[in-house]
């Protein structure tokens, strides 16, 4: 069988009291049965093989695991590295002009989104505009309002009825270059 190659964005790693070290994360990883275990920075970001193809159900089994283990519920978001590439690639930031107050922002999603969302999506305070989407993410432009940041994650949660995790752009982009070893 062909080895694939996970990226595990987990939301809530090191945050919110919910502190891991990275090489205890991989070593529940590890336990798993995964291969080439790996992380990148603190905010739980893991990277591994496997030939298990069916997503959700290795996503669940993750999530029990670390459940067990931690004694919270971490919520896994796994893309392949290709996936990633292709996400990246769509270059849906290329036409923004960023200012110290803004922050550019990939969320992404357990399950799809609507795929005929009016956008751009953006409440009446303004602090942040959805302004793209994929099956599985959407781009987010967020505003610093007041110093104070809006939460796009917490709008296509409540709205689309789905989990969801966000990494700035930026460190997307460093995620995926040390998924693959570069």
């Known amino acids: 069988m062909e080895t694939i190659k996970y990226i595990a964005f987990l939301r809530g790693i090191n945050i919110g009291g919910h502190n891991i070290k990275m090489e205890r994360l991989r070593e529940l990883f590890s336990q798993l049965g995964f291969a ?4 990148y920075i ?3 970001n893991i990277f591994f093989e496997t030939t298990e193809t069916d997503r959700a159900a290795l996503a ?3 999530e029990l695991h670390l459940f067990a283990a931690l004694g919270y519920e971490v919520p896994t978001f796994l893309r392949t590295v290709r996936e990633v590439e292709q996400i990246l690639q769509l270059e849906p930031f290329k036409d923004i002009e960023v200012t110290p107050e803004m922050r550019l922002f990939i969320i992404f999603t ?3 989104l609507p795929n005929n969302l009016a956008l751009p999506l953006s409440p009446a305070k303004g602090d ?7 099956p599985a993410e959407a781009f987010a432009v967020m505003r610093l309002i007041n110093d104070t940041p809006g939460n796009p994650a ?3 949660e409540k709205n689309f009825k789905v989990k969801t995790t966000s990494r700035f752009f ?4 460093k995620i995926l ?3 693959k070893g570069n």
């Open 170 to 173: 930026g460190t997307t982009l």
């Open 36 to 39: 080439d275990v790996r992380s």
């Open 177 to 179: 270059q040390a998924a």
């Open 154 to 156: 917490a709008l296509i």
């Open 42 to 44: 603190q905010t739980g």
């Open 128 to 134: 942040f505009e959805i302004i793209a989407t994929t």
């Open 60 to 62: 669940r089994k993750i």
């Open 110 to 112: 357990s399950e799809s």
